[in-house]
Nanobody, 127 residues
Framework: QVQLVEFGGGLAQAGGSLKLSCAAS????????MGWFRQAPGKEREFVAG????????YYADSVKGRFTISRGNAKNTVYLQMNSLKPEDTAVYYC????????????????????WGQGTQVTVSS
């Protein structure tokens, strides 16, 4: 089992920045691809960004490309999401997810393919 805990959500003004962190604990010796998803009220959960187990590949939703950056810590059991130029439409609960034993560089964008999820952290962007 792997436990994921997100940190760093909060309130920001439009045009501002926030950085989310996700720390993995438990059986972190396996090779995990990681992803960030978000869910706004009344909407389905959507893919935001993903990173391969090595950190060598990343992929972003068109809505955040050029504004958000996903990265992994040196120990690979921490993943970050730097969010710049925030917009009110970025308001959502953000979830960290891990896909176990996945070594391919291709980023998985579908939520059902991820094995573990954090509890989510609220990001609110005011206009």
């Amino acid at each position: 089992q792997v436990q994921l805990v997100e940190f760093g959500g909060g309130l920001a003004q439009a045009g501002g920045s926030l950085k989310l962190s996700c720390a993995a604990s438990g059986r972190t010796s396996s090779n995990y691809a990681m992803g960030w998803f978000r869910q706004a009220p009344g909407k389905e959960r959507e893919f935001v960004a993903g990173i391969s187990w090595s950190g060598g590949s990343t992929y972003y939703a068109d809505s955040v490309k050029g504004r958000f950056t996903i990265s992994r810590g040196n120990a690979k059991n921490t993943v970050y999401l730097q969010m710049n130029s925030l917009k009110p439409e970025d308001t959502a609960v953000y979830y960290c997810a891990a896909k176990s034993r996945y070594l391919a560089p291709t980023i998985v964008t579908t939520s059902y393919e991820y094995d573990y999820w954090g509890q989510g952290t609220q990001v609110t962007v005011s206009s």
